[in-house]
C-alpha cells in the first residue's frame, strides 16, 4: 500500500480472527477522544475551509486590473457562478446568492479533491456528516428566501400552485410537501455522499490492486509472472480512473451548487 494512502486510511482492527466488520470505516482520533473526537474528517473539513478562506483572500485581497495567477483562476469561477447558473437559473434577483454559492461551490470542490491529493487520498464529503450539513443549510437558505419574497404564503403557493382543481390538492399537497420540504435536502446530501464514496473506494481497490500484483514482479514461476502482467493494466486503469474522479469532484460540486439555485429560484418563484 502506497504510505501516503496507508498513513491516512490506517489498518483495520477486526472484531474476529478472520472477520472484519464496520469498523474498517471508522476514522481514529487525531486529538481527543470519545465526544471530543477530532479525527481525519473533521480535520479535512477544517482545512477545506481554511483553503477556500485563503483562496479568496489571496485572490482578491489586492484585486489587479489585469487578473493573474489566483486572481483570474477566482475571477472565472465568481463569472461562472454569477452568470451561468444565478442569472440563468434565479434571475437578477439571485444576485445576492452569489457569494454563498461561489464560497460552497469551492469548498465542495476542495473537499472532493482531497480524494485523489497524495497522502491524503480522502475526499471529506465520502461522509454522511458535511454533505447533510450543506443539504440542511440549503434547506434553511432557500425557504428563507421563499419567506422574504412571499411571506408565510410561500408555504400556501408551493403546497397549493394556482389552476389545480380543489379536490385534487388532497393528493398534490402532500406529495409538494415531501418533495419540496423533506426529499430535497436527503437527495442533495446522498448524491453527493454516494458518488465520492464510490469513487474513494474505486481508486483504494484498484491501487491496492495494483501494488498487490506488482507484488509478484520478483517472484518466479509462469503464474506468478502471469499474475504480475495484470499489474500494468491495473495501473492504466487507476490513472485512468484518477482523471475521472477529477472530474466528478467539479461535476459534483456544480450539481450541488446548480440544484441550490435551482430551489431558492423555485421559492422566489413559486408559480413557476
Not at 71 to 87: A, H, K, P
Not at 196 to 214: K, P
Amino acid at each position: 500500500m502506497p504510505a501516503g494512502l496507508l498513513a491516512f486510511v490506517g489498518p483495520p482492527e477486526p472484531f474476529g480472527e478472520n472477520e472484519i466488520g464496520p469498523e474498517i470505516f471508522q476514522t481514529p482520533c487525531v486529538f481527543g477522544s470519545g465526544d471530543g473526537c477530532f479525527n481525519r474528517v473533521s480535520l479535512l473539513m477544517v482545512l477545506a475551509a481554511v483553503v477556500t478562506v485563503v483562496l479568496f483572500l489571496v485572490a482578491f485581497r489586492r484585486p489587479k486590473l489585469v487578473p493573474r495567477g489566483v486572481q483570474n483562476v477566482m475571477e472565472s469561477i465568481v463569472d461562472f457562478i454569477r452568470n451561468g447558473i444565478v442569472l440563468e437559473v434565479i434571475g437578477h434577483e439571485g444576485l445576492a446568492y452569489v457569494p454563498f454559492l461561489t464560497a460552497m461551490f469551492v469548498f465542495i470542490f476542495v473537499s472532493n479533491i482531497f480524494g485523489v491529493l497524495p497522502f491524503i487520498n480522502f475526499p471529506a464529503t465520502s461522509r454522511m456528516a458535511i454533505p447533510l450539513f450543506l443539504a440542511v443549510l440549503v434547506w434553511f437558505i432557500f425557504n428563507i428566501a421563499g419567506i422574504r419574497a412571499h411571506g408565510l404564503r410561500y408555504f400556501k403557493e408551493s403546497l397549493f400552485p394556482p389552476g389545480v382543481p380543489w379536490g385534487l390538492y388532497f393528493l398534490i399537497a402532500p406529495i409538494f410537501f415531501v418533495s419540496d420540504f423533506i426529499v430535497r435536502p436527503f437527495s442533495l446530501s446522498v448524491r453527493l455522499l454516494g458518488n465520492m464514496f464510490a469513487g474513494h473506494m474505486l481508486l483504494t481497490i484498484f491501487a491496492l490492486g495494483t501494488v498487490y500484483l506488482a507484488q509478484h514482479v520478483t517472484q518466479e514461476g509462469v503464474l506468478t509472472q502471469l499474475v504480475a502482467a495484470f499489474s500494468v493494466p491495473a495501473l492504466a486503469l487507476l490513472i485512468f480512473l484518477t482523471a475521472f474522479e477529477i472530474l466528478v469532484a467539479v461535476l459534483q460540486a456544480y450539481i450541488f451548487t446548480i440544484l441550490t439555485a435551482v430551489y431558492v429560484g423555485l421559492a422566489i418563484h413559486p408559480a413557476h
